[in-house]
């Protein structure tokens, strides 16, 4: 199997959805002659031409809106945002047109449309440009929110995504776009609504998603190192969000700890909770912890952003205390 | 002798065209006072927009339109609806909120739509339709298709970023929009010249290459002409404009609103009453002998007829069944993995006593 970025893994999504589905096509901010903030578009405006690759001025609330009224009769537009933070601008469009339009339309209007960009902090952007919004998007019904953590399933995720027949929130980690792994070629699509075991383990649950994958999966070969078990669930998407496999995992391990780039109040790891005292109450013998981004604004200085992200160290100290080892 | 006879049939054709259109605007204004009426009665909830004094905009505009076409409102859109064909029980209904209403009884005054006509959506986020109709007309050229894509909005929008935005976009791509601006001088209660530094609207047009026009709107065959204009502009090959219609609201701007009081006075309203759109055209198609007292007199009665129809059908229909409230917030797909039934009681887990 091929290995490729996550970048890439992004761009093949792209290039076959595009060359299958002549709906489908892509708009945003220097998405066609500047190939792309990020370059995940790098190579599609040679390959499908102006018309399916449109370079847009910037105007999120705008474009974003072009995509929805484009997507009410028919066509499936993948709206890049250079980043989620510049979204906000286009949350009217988001929220009051793309959400609510079948079902205010009784289902007459559907909305078959793909926003995504980077999402979360990369390194010393400061406050404006290292937020985490899934938990916003996740509270909106008629909204899917899709998180993928590894090239495959960025590939997989993004392919399904395009092919779903609802608004997509389709975020991805801006510090992963380097990161590699193995991609199958062609047809490979990961369903939407389907966690994964990214580790198994018999101790404790680490629920996880994007760039937080890899900060539970160091977490957990530390706690390994230490004799303990972790098993690590890649929930992928957040809306719907896959209850199945994670009541399955608490009965297994009957504690759980959730990391998440997002601030801790009403976060999505919050709704997680509910889910599982909810569902599996009489399975836990801890209560739930959630490691989180610290709940301010991100700072610019290098120490203390550090202080204000997830770490793998947090997440230890986190298993250790539903442990009750801490 | 042919070509005079051909003359004669498209001369009554017209007649009867220029009738129909009056029988519209009278349709529309006659269903605005009974759902005025009903409103008071409780039968309508929410917020109810009505389009008294306005209705020559929606019956000129559409007028010029293919059923092909596309067409985005705001929330004082019933008039609208009326004028794109859709029925006044569909509509009524849907003020009701019944399960025979145009959107299922789940969208209200402010979300009327008929897909199968191509009218798609009142909504009711001031501005926030207006990108959609770029979107409407880039998926029309995307599929290099000649349908026009129209979006109606009032004056107040025009200070929205999304106004600007999507104007922009269609300037730049040359989409086959027509935004249609309906100047009525306030935004509720806010008016134009207090709202507007440059209260010029169709100037706006400008910023954007976009073709304009200023239009009296409480003259029918004005509206048409500018229509008429606009659309063959959005034909292929595409190219945008801007219409200022100018008009002015009879009513509230909701059911809520006196006709006046603090932001205008009755001597204006009084002013503006002089001037009722369906009063000039009925006026101008007596004049030119195309109906008579009696024959305006008598298209009254039938639409009346009509419109307490769509009432008795609105009050007899049945509410959605209790299911529809989950319906529809996913596509058939997705609707399983998607909603949170956590509201329902049944989907909470058994109480430990029970």
Not at chain 2, 66 to 74: G, K
Request: with cysteine; proline share 5%.
């Amino acid at each position: 199997m091929p290995t490729l970025t996550y970048r890439d893994a992004l761009n093949q999504a792209l290039r076959e959805e595009m060359a299958r589905d002549p709906d489908v096509f892509l708009m945003g901010e220097e998405v066609g002659v500047y190939q792309g903030a990020y370059k995940v578009s790098r190579g599609l405006l040679e390959e499908f031409g102006p018309t399916r690759v449109v370079d847009t001025p910037i105007t999120e609330l705008g474009f974003a809106g072009v995509g929805v009224g484009a997507a009410m009769v028919g066509l499936r537009p993948i709206i890049e945002f250079m980043t989620w933070n510049f979204a906000l601008l286009a949350i009217d469009q988001i929220v009051n047109s793309a959400a609510k339009m079948r079902y205010m339309s009784n289902g007459q209007v559907g909305v078959p449309i793909v926003f995504r960009g980077p999402a979360g902090a990369a390194l010393q952007l400061g406050a404006q440009h290292s937020q985490s919004f899934e938990a916003m998007y996740a509270h909106i019904p008629g909204l899917k929110v899709v998180m993928p953590a590894t090239p495959a399933d960025a590939k997989g995720l993004l392919k399904s995504a395009i092919r779903d027949d609802d608004p997509i929130v389709f975020m991805e980690g801006e510090m992963l776009y380097n990161t590699k792994g193995e991609v199958p070629d062609g047809e490979h699509l990961v369903p939407i609504g389907v966690a994964d075991i990214k580790r198994a383990g018999n101790q404790v649950s680490l629920f996880c998603y994007s760039k937080t994958v890899s900060l539970a999966l160091k977490a957990a070969e530390q706690l390994d190192a230490e004799g303990i078990s972790a098993e690590v669930i890649d929930l992928r998407t957040i809306r719907p969000l896959d209850l199945e496999t994670v009541f399955g995992s608490v009965s297994r391990t009957h504690r759980a700890v959730i990391v998440e780039e997002g601030w801790p109040f009403a976060g999505a790891g919050a709704q997680l909770v509910d889910e599982i005292q909810r569902g599996v109450f009489d399975e836990l013998d801890a209560p739930i912890l959630r490691v989180t981004g610290a709940d301010v604004p991100m700072p610019y200085n290098k120490h203390l952003e550090k202080a204000a992200k997830v770490s793998p160290e947090k997440v230890v100290l986190a298993v250790k205390r539903v442990l009750y080892l801490e | 002798m042919a070509t005079a006879k051909t003359a004669r049939k498209a001369d009554t054709r017209l007649a009867e065209r220029y009738r129909a259109l009056l029988r519209q605007m009278q349709l529309i204004r006659r269903f605005e006072e009974k759902a005025g009426e009903a409103y008071s009665l409780g039968k309508i909830g929410g917020f109810c927009h009505l389009y008294i004094g306005q209705e020559a905009v929606a019956v000129g505009c559409l007028s010029q339109l293919r059923p092909d076409d596309y067409i985005t409102a705001t929330y004082r859109e019933h008039g609208h609806a009326l004028a794109r064909g859709l029925t006044p029980r569909a509509v009524m209904a849907e003020l009701f909120g019944k399960a025979t209403g145009c959107s299922g009884g789940k969208g209200g005054s402010m979300h009327l739509f008929d897909a199968s006509r191509g009218f798609l959506g009142g909504h009711g986020i001031v501005g926030g339709h207006i990108p959609l109709t770029a979107g409407i007309g880039f998926a029309i050229k995307y599929r290099e298709q000649d349908q026009v894509s129209v979006c109606f909005f009032g004056e107040a929008a025009i200070n929205n970023g999304a106004f600007h935005e999507a104007l922009n976009m269609a300037g730049i791509w040359k989409l086959p929009c027509i935004f249609i601006c309906e100047n009525n001088r306030y935004g509720m209660g806010t008016a134009l010249d207090r709202a507007t530094a440059t209260w010029n609207i169709s100037e706006r047009a400008a910023s954007y290459d976009m073709a304009r026009e200023v239009v009296d709107g409480q003259d029918l065959l004005e509206v048409m002409a500018a229509m008429e204009r606009a659309v063959v502009r959005a034909r292929r090959p595409a190219a945008p404009t801007l219409l200022e219609i100018r008009t002015y609201r009879f009513v509230g701007h909701s059911m809520s609103d006196p006709i006046h009081g603090h932001y205008r006075t009755k001597e204006e309203v009084e002013a503006h009453r002089k001037r009722d759109p369906i009063i000039l055209w009925g006026d101008r198609l007596k004049a030119d002998g195309l109906i008579d007292d009696a024959g305006i007199e008598a298209l009254d009665a039938e639409v009346k007829a009509a419109v307490l129809d769509a009432f008795e059908f609105a009050e007899q229909s049945p509410d959605p069944e209790p299911e529809a409230l989950w319906d529809h917030v996913y596509a058939p797909t997705g609707e399983a993995s998607g909603i949170r039934r956590q509201a329902s009681p049944a989907a909470l887990p058994p109480t430990p006593d029970a």
